[in-house]
C-alpha cells in the first residue's frame, strides 16, 4: 500500500496499516521530509505514470484530499485502510480512499463514500450516509438516518441526533450538539449548533 502524505495524519494511516500486517508499505509525499520511523519517504512518481499498489491519501483537509484524489484518479487504484481495532458492520459500505481509525463504531446499513475520514472513536448509528470527502473527528457521535454532505467536517466530541441532514463542505464545530439540520457550506458550533457563518462555495 502507497501512504500519499507524511504528515502527523500519515502516522495514524501507518499504523492502521500495520495493525492488518500490510506488507510493503510506502510513504510518499510532494515535500522533502525526514523518515517516519523506519519508513522513508519517498517522491512521487512523474504525473501519468501508473502507480505501483494501491494508495490511500494521508491528508486530513477534506478540500486538499479530493483535489489529490482527483490529480491521482487516472494512474492510481484506491485501497481502503480500517484499523484491526474498529467495528464495522458487515452490513455498511465502505468507499475506496476511506481511512476508519481505531476505536470507531459503524453500525448496520451505514454507507460511508469514498475517501472519508472516520476519527479514533467516532460512532456512527444505523442508516447513515456520509458522502465522499467527509471526516468525522474523534468521539464525535452520528445517531441514526444522518445523511452528512460531500466535503464536511465533524469536530471533535460533536454529537448529532437522528434524522438530521447536513449539507455539503459545512463544519460542525467541536462539541456541538446538532439538533437541526445545517445548510450548504454553513459553520455551526455551539450546544444547541447554531450557523454562525456560510461560506460561499
Known sequence: ???????????????????????????????VKPPIWQYPVQR???????????VVIGIGVNATRKKVAEMLAATA???T????DAYLSKRATVGEGTVIMA???????VTIGKHCIVNTCASIDHDCVLEDYVHISPNATLSGDVRVGEGTHIGVGASVVQGIRIGKWATIGAGAVV?????????AVGCPAKVIKIKQP
Open 179 to 187: 439538533i437541526g439540520d445545517i445548510p450548504d457550506y454553513a459553520t
Open 103 to 109: 476505536g470507531v463504531r459503524v453500525n448496520p446499513d
Open 1 to 31: 500500500m502507497i501512504l500519499y502524505g507524511a504528515s502527523g495524519h500519515g502516522k495514524v494511516i501507518i499504523e492502521i496499516l500495520e495493525s492488518n500486517n500490510e506488507p510493503g508499505i510506502q510513504v510518499w509525499d510532494d515535500a
Open 81 to 84: 485502510a480500517i484499523h484491526a
Open 77 to 79: 487504484a484506491f485501497g
Open 44 to 54: 512521487p512518481l512523474p504525473a501519468g505514470v501508473p502507480m505501483p499498489d494501491k
